[in-house]
């Protein structure tokens, strides 16, 4: 059985990331909205009806403004830490809501999620690994400075959502006021193009078979950028980059190919 995963979509402007088999499947986030989610979804062939779970990473609307919507419409479950869902300013159906706690993996059918404290300014945020049949992925995106807990995770990792949200250069030279350029490259805002670089060629596993650079920030980067600077650090690992616009294609990890990726549109 393979483990597929796909961004749905990735940037400030909303964030939600696919990642499950044949059976079941899990998001991780839900930061566009329901008709969106699901338009994006029917057009990579993906159903809806496989989603288990929904596992929120912190409050930001960007990581949430969806799943209100999307889980009352389709009653899936919501994956939330209390903090999380006290500062959120959510109204999720109680029945529908479930905790989560650090580093104590969640069973979701046939798939386990790992939930895992980062280091970012929403009041208790985590990244996620989700593994199935062998293969495991990861979404390690909104993190200021990868920790020990994001890097020994990415190096369990046959595929990873990892953040690349801005050139040094472009945000320093940038329009943003002082304290938001502060914020951002702080210890608990966000990773520049040269820390999510030194991340993967240090930690990734030598069985990585894709890594997809995620929430590019619109004003101080470029897909073109990223794309150069990771490409010739690839050494077999199939590089990609998260659109803030639409939905990537499909990346199957399976045991017959190790990775091919698959584009449907039905």
């Known amino acids: ?35 969106e989610t699901e338009h994006r979804m029917s057009k990579l062939g993906l159903s809806i009806r496989n989603v288990r779970a929904i596992f929120i990473s912190h409050e930001h609307t960007d990581h949430t403004r969806g799943v209100e919507v999307l889980s009352r419409r389709h009653r899936i479950p919501v994956f939330i830490t209390a903090a999380t869902l006290r500062n959120s300013r959510l109204y999720l159906d109680p029945a529908l809501v479930q905790s989560f706690a650090a580093h104590e993996p969640v069973q979701i059918g046939s798939l386990s999620v790992l939930p895992v404290p980062k280091l970012h300014d929403g009041i208790d945020p985590h990244s996620f690994t989700v593994s199935s049949n062998g293969f495991t992925a990861g979404v390690f995106t909104d993190i200021g400075e990868a920790c020990e807990n994001v890097t020994h995770q990415l190096s369990r990792c046959h595929a990873a959502f990892l953040e690349a949200n801005y050139d040094e250069k472009m945000l320093e030279e940038g329009s943003y006021p002082v304290f938001l350029k502060r914020r951002i490259a702080g210890s608990n805002g966000h990773l520049s193009n040269r820390q999510a670089l030194e991340i993967f060629t240090r930690y990734r596993a030598p069985f990585m078979k894709v890594l997809v650079l995620s929430h590019l920030s619109a004003m101080n980067n470029r897909p073109e950028i990223v794309q150069k600077l990771f490409s010739p650090h690839a050494n077999g690992t199939r590089i990609a980059i998260a659109s803030r616009y639409e939905a990537t294609e499909v990346y199957q990890i399976a045991h017959e190919t190790a990775i091919n990726h698959i584009h449907r549109n039905r």
């Open 1 to 35: 059985m393979s483990l597929n995963l796909s961004s749905l979509n990735s940037g400030s402007n909303g964030n939600c990331y696919y990642i499950g088999n044949d059976r079941d499947a899990v998001l991780i986030d839900a930061g566009i909205s329901c008709r």
